[in-house]
Every structure is written in C-alpha cells, then in structure tokens.
C-alpha cells in the first residue's frame, strides 16, 4: 500500500519511512490534555507530597529540612502500624463480603432476568449514588443508632428488652457501612463482566460431565477473573483510604487509618499527613501490580 | 457504525474531542467559573452557626453579595488552608490567639473596623482587645464568644459533677461525647491535669494528659463532627456528658431533649471568641466591606443568639433581645458579659501542636 501510494506520487522511499516515524507522534496529540491534567493535577500534587514527607513541621510551618522522621515514627509507633493492618484487615472483609453478595446477584440478574428488567435492577443499585456519601452514611447512624430503627424493630418485637449497641459506634457499623456503600461498585462490575459470559458453556460443561459446581468453578470463575479483580480494586483500595464512614459510624472503636492521617491534615501537621499518606499509596501501588499481573487486560480489551 | 465511518473517523473524533477538550480546560472552565459565580461574591471558611440561610438570601437582596462558603472544622485546618490558597479565600474565621498568628505571617489584613458603620453596635470591649490590635489596624471583625463547659443529663448523671474527672468515670462508658479537634482534647486534659498553658504542655504535662485520654476513649460514644452532632446525641438520649458551648442545652431542648445541666470545671476551662478576617491579596477584597456591613445588622445577630445560643459580641442585638423578651436567657447565657471572654485561657496555635495532635493519634487512632 505505501510503495503504491509512494510510486504513484513519486515519492523517494525514504518519505514513508520519515512519515512513519511521524506518524506516532502525531498521533499522540488527542492524548495531550488527558496527559497534562494527568500530569499535574496527579503526579504534580504527589511530587509536592513526596517532598513534604520528608520534610518537617515546626510550629505549622513547613521546613525544607530532610530527614526520615515522619516514616519512622510510623513504623515505631505503637498505634499505627497496628491500625494499618487492622484496615487491611477490614477492607478484605468487606471486598470478599461484596464479592460474595454481589456475584450471585449478578449471575442470577443476567441469567434469569429480560434483560428490559435487568436495567431497572442495575437502576436500583445505583440509585444511592444520586445522594450524597455523607448523607448515606449519616442515615446509617439513624438505623444502627442506639435509638435507631433496628433497635425499634427488635425492642417492638421482643426480641430485647433494652436497645442493642452491638451494631453501633464499633467495627461491626463500619463493616456494615462499608458494605453497604461499595455493594454497587462490585456488583457493576461483575455485571459488566458477566454480561458477555456465554452461558451455552456452563451446560456443554454439563452435558460433558461436570458437575454445576465443577462448571462455575473451571468454566465460569476463570472467565469472568478480569471483573472479580475490577470489583477487587474498586473496594479494596477505597476501603484502606476511608476515613469519614469510621468517624461517622465507627465511634472511637472503629477508626482505620484514614483517620490520623486526616487528624495530622486537619491540625495542620502536613508533612506528617504526606508520609502516612505515601506509605498507604505505597502499598495499595504494591497491591495494584499483584492485581495487574493477575489482570490479563487484553483479555478485557479483546471481549469489548 | 457506517455512519461513524462516513461523516466522522476516529481520528478526527479524537481530536475533536482533545480540541474540545483542551478548549475547555485553557479557557471553558474560567468562563464557567465566572458564571457560577455571582458578581457579587467572595468565597469565605467560616463556621456553621456564624450565619443562617435567611440572612445570607436576605442581604444578597439587599446587596447584591452572596458569599460562596465552605465549612471550617478548626482552626489549624483554617490556617493551613489560607496558608495554601492564599487569596483564592477572602474571609476566613479564626479564634482568639490565632487570628494574630494569622497576621504574623501576613495572611490577613489589618483594617479599621470602626470604617464600618456597624461596628458602633459593638461592645466597646470588642474593639479593643489587645491581642487584635495593630497599628496598621484590627485584625478581625468580631462575632462571638464562649468558654467550653460541660454539659450532662442529671437523670443519669450523679453526683453533681464539678471537674473534668467526670468524663473519664468508667460508670460513663461511651456516653461521653466531645468534638473531633486533635488539638483541643489533649487541651482539654491539659487542664484536668493543672497544666500551666494546656497549649503548651511540658512533656510530662502531655504525657499525663495523654493518660487522661487513654482514661477518656472508652466513655466517648464517637468524636462529633459538628456541634449539631452534640446537640442531637443529647437530645436523643444517645449520651449523657458532653462539651459545648453556651446555649447547647437550650438547643438539646429545642430539639425534644432532655433539661440538662451545665458547669464550668473547677479547674477551668478553655474558651473561644472568633473575628472575621479579611484575607491577604483576597481577590473579591472589594466585596467584603459592604457584605459585613449588611450581615452584621443587629437584627441578624439577635437572630443568630436565638438560633444558635451563645454570646455575641453585638451590643445593639443584645437590646433587641431584651425588649423581645430574651434577656433571662441572654443574661444565663453572658452575653451581657463580654468582659468574661478576655478571663478564658484563650484558643490559640502552639509550638507544641504536633506533639499533642501526636498523643491524639496515639489514644484515638488506635483501632
């Protein structure tokens, strides 16, 4: 094609090759904005926040004096290690609990549902998102609350005789909460992926002799991995920044570890903030490549 | 998908939409800004409760200024904020010792606030203190007052307390609540504990505070974010003790809630009083003058006391409230006692911030 359009016009040969060297660059001008807002809404801010973490507050200002302190005192600490774990610890919860809630929903949402109704469901899920977080946290206050709707319903019931606070002001509000708030983001994602999953396989399966758990198991989990891992990422790495649903529901019990490093924003201890801030980005990056490398995207790319 | 082909290729959509893109970032989203926002206006960090809807709708009327708000939790946040944005933030509200740090490191401006006509309604007191005077001029427009006292239901609560101590008795476990400011608890504990400036401790003042609050994290049933937040745990029965300011117990009544009682602890208290503060190179400078004006009526103040019930430092308002027969409760609540606000141990930043903002972490961030 080249050599064509190159004798035609009579062009030397050595042009194609000058222009295909061009043409990649040229090509990468749409990608501009996108790569300046990239560049310094994101990795601007973060240069300024690498730098800050090793710098140090004295007295509210901040002095460009370089020094490891603000690390060390993480990991000497004996609170925040512990509380960093302790949010790892409830972010896999509450990713392998929206998993589990949200993947036979959605199996069964596309398997067994006209697919006019399957957009009012999807609808539904995310209807919450039209308010406000704060405003749908603060309202899980009213029904976990020691005066709050489920205490009112087990006390009419007789079920207990004085209002419960086991659901309230601990971990387990903020694992209730938790859920309840990412539930939509695991099951859009399983949904997207299951959507295209050729239902036809689980029963040649069958038909083949697997059992129905053998199909799901080797035919099903297996194809739908890349939405398993979306839904992964988008609770999991939320979760290890959540600092507003502990404050709000957790009580002084059910803090993660979002909440000093928004203590230390809020009291003006920024270098302090930017350290424990890049010690969580850190590893949720750390995370983010193990997931990568599970998450064969061209898989993803070559379905759509 | 034809005619995708035909009329638009994908080349020429991804520039279109690069164009549109880089269009709107370079010069749409200024433009848009300037729409959204009215040309009368200014952008202000202020408190909840230093203003009210019809108020601030009734002096747009009146002026042709709405502010554009954005809510202060403290006053560290506040200052650190102005020390980012500068004056991308034209009024901001600031305690006590804070607003002459503020000025130190020439985020605000001095000015005279008597160039205001309702200044007059002042108390004179409010004028003059000292810590906010210059002499380029006062460093804020002052609005209100209060020390922290502790509030508690004495159905449940006994014997009458008198101390700080309260609020670390186990019988109390998580029916305590006090507001989510890192600096202020271990203030707070600072003065249980007889330390000389509870902003300023010594290390074995903080480590003693810092015990204090290992004692007080199992009675608080949660840090509230605002003071609404103390209001309704009151009112709804949720806690029995909590840290407030002036008039919270007749706005837990208000809100269907118990009659609580209040006291100063004997070992004193810490105390707010907050100024308005015109910032530094503010870009809608121009507007702040005649929006205070406005706002600051005494009418509006009058208001503000009955919504909010804490002293003011507007004198004409305190009248008003008289002669609509709210004086008892002016009165009980001190507002006919500025003087009062100077005796406090007064907010204000510290060198010691971020070892206290540290004891903090170290009690309640620990899971």
Redesign the interface.
Known sequence: MTHAMAGGHGVPPAEPEAGRQRRPLTRLWPALPAVLVLGVLFLGSMAFMVVFSFWRTVDLDIVADWNLDNYVKFFTSPTYPGTFVKTLVMAAVVTVTCLALALPFTYFLVRYVARRWQRIVLLAVIVPFWTSYLLRVYAWQAILGERGVINQVLLSLGIIDEPTRLLSYNNVSVYIVLVYVYFPFAALALYATLERFDFGQLKAAQDLGARPDQALRHILLPQIRPGIITACIFVFIPIIGEFLTPIIVGGTQGVLIGNPVINFFRAGQITQGAAFALIIAAFVTVLLIVFRRHLQVEDVVARG | MRLFDRHLTR?RF??A??GT??AL?LGGLPTASRLFAQSGSFNMMTWSDHFYPEQLDAVAKATGIMPQISEL??N??G??RVREVGGQLDLISGDALWVP?YYEDSLIEAWDINELEVAKTLYPIAREFPWWTTPEGYLGYPFGWSPVQIYYDPAYVSPEPDSWEVLLDPKYA?RVMVE????EIPAYMGKYIGAADPYNMTEDELAQATDAMYLL??N????A?QNTDTVSALA???VWLATGNLGTDERVLEAGGPELKLFTPKEGTIGWMDAEMIVAGGANSANIRPWLEAAEQPEYMAQNFILYGRPLFNEAAYKILVDNGHQERADRFLYNQPEVAATMTLKG???S??A???A???V????
């Open positions: 080349r991804l520039q939409s690069a893109a880089a970032a939790a403290g560290a946040e200052y650190t740090r998580q989510n400011q890192p600096e994290k199992p608080i049933l949660r840090l974010q709804n029965g949720e930043p510290s060198p911030t971020a206290a903002v540290e903090f972490n170290e309640f961030a620990a899971g």
